[in-house]
């Protein structure tokens, strides 16, 4: 059975970083593609980025609203995506999920507020 | 960055009913187009994928057409465990990107 559980999310205040983890298991991790999407209270679901296997490239891409701010990794020995986020703003608050690929599989997510 | 839309943004429905939701992309994603459901407090459960295909183990009451831009969520005889938000996911292109969401209420 796939799971994707999500860690790290909290309270943090603005220009402050946090690193969410994601553990997967279930699947050969190192396999696929991972992605990170987020949800504001009340809004419609966002994608922020993901990366890809270490078979294409272990690539990332990123939102407009995210690039240059947040940071996707991977330890494949682990099962583990990562989302440094840094610099955080007000607008970062949100439900943050990890998926598989970009489409299946999902988190339960971690919340994370931006606040002072 | 591809635009999707959906309509209408909520509707009311009873149980037993059937239920059209519409998404449209602002230019053509073929048929890389999936549907999702979101309760309240719970990660979006993936229903539909590449426009028509069934997720395993989704009720076949749940069914998906379209391709090019437009695209249509039809559930025949809506079940209680069906009120939900449902949302619209286009993964033609990055930024992959959401329809605003169906909210379908009693």
């Known amino acids: 059975e796939v799971q994707l559980v999500e860690s790290g999310g909290g309270l943090v205040q603005p220009g402050r970083s946090l690193r969410l983890s994601c553990t997967a298991s279930?699947?050969?991790?190192?396999?696929?593609?991972m992605s990170w999407f987020r949800q504001a209270p009340g809004k419609g679901l966002e994608w922020v980025g993901f990366i890809r296997s270490k078979a294409y490239g272990g690539t990332t891409q990123y939102a407009a609203s995210v690039k240059g701010r947040f940071t996707i990794s991977r330890d494949d020995s682990k099962s583990i995506a990562y989302l440094q986020m840094s610099s955080l703003k007000t607008e970062d608050t949100a439900v943050y999920y990890c998926?598989?690929?970009?489409?299946?599989?999902w988190g339960q997510g971690t919340l994370v507020t931006v606040s002072s | 960055d591809i635009q999707m839309t959906q309509s209408p943004s909520s509707l009311s429905a009873s149980v037993g009913d059937r239920v059209t939701i519409t998404c449209r992309a602002s230019?053509?994603?073929?048929?890389?187009l999936n549907w999702y459901q979101q309760k309240p407090g719970k990660a979006p459960k993936f229903l539909i994928y590449?426009?028509?295909n069934l997720q395993s183990g989704v009720p076949s009451r749940f069914s998906g057409s379209g391709s090019g831009t437009d695209f249509t969520l039809t559930i025949t005889s809506l079940q209680p465990e069906d009120f939900a938000t449902y949302y619209c996911?286009?993964?033609?292109?990055?930024?992959?990107?959401f329809g605003q969401g169906t909210k379908v209420e009693i």
């Open positions: 230019q053509s994603i073929s048929n890389f």
């Open positions: 998926v598989r690929d970009i489409s299946i599989y």
């Open positions: 279930g699947f050969s991790f190192g396999d696929y593609a």
């Open positions: 590449a426009a028509s």
């Open positions: 996911q286009q993964s033609y292109s990055t930024p992959v990107t």
